[in-house]
């Protein structure tokens, strides 16, 4: 059986608002039932974004990466998942990170998801706290080592 076709670039928002809002909409606000007014916080315009497409060019995944170095709203579609987009979505933010001059990142990770950062070097820092009603971590990688 062949892995899935799926594609990842760096977007920017003016120009694929529409597909991000598709995906966290799915994601964050009816699969996890995360207010809308949480979600959308107004930070998207000056962040880097990530989206994962299928071979037909729909969104399958997103993520962004702010000015301070914060990965956040990754999100990839229930059928896509555990098929290495998320992977490859963090990796391309690291890149852009990095070619920004960014030295250190950091996210708030659900715990359920604490294994997957760890795996790609992040580390806990701290304890874990409720966002959203969701336990979460936060977690920082060095860029520099």
């Known amino acids: 059986m062949s892995e899935p076709v799926f594609t990842v670039s760096i977007e920017t928002w003016p120009e694929t608002e529409h597909d991000i809002r598709f995906v966290r909409d799915s994601v ?4 996890m039932q995360i207010p809308a007014e949480l979600e959308w916080d107004g930070l998207d315009s000056d962040c880097v ?10 969104p399958i995944g997103t993520g962004r990466l702010l000015p301070n170095g914060k990965i ?12 290495g987009i998320g992977k ?9 990170a990095d070619k920004a001059g960014i030295d250190e990142v950091w996210l708030h990770a659900q715990l359920s998801v604490v294994g997957f950062y760890r795996e790609a070097r992040f580390a806990e820092v701290g304890n874990s706290f409720v966002s959203a009603g969701i336990p979460h971590q936060k977690m920082v990688r060095d860029l520099k080592t």
Not at 28 to 31: L, P, T, Y
Not at 72 to 83: C, E, I, N, Q, Y
């Open 28 to 31: 964050f606000v009816r699969e």
């Open 49 to 58: 974004h990530v989206v994962a497409r299928d071979a037909d060019g729909q």
């Open 88 to 96: 490859s979505m963090l990796e391309s933010i690291l890149e852009a």
């Open 72 to 83: 956040g709203r990754m999100a990839v579609l229930p059928p896509w998942r555990s098929k």
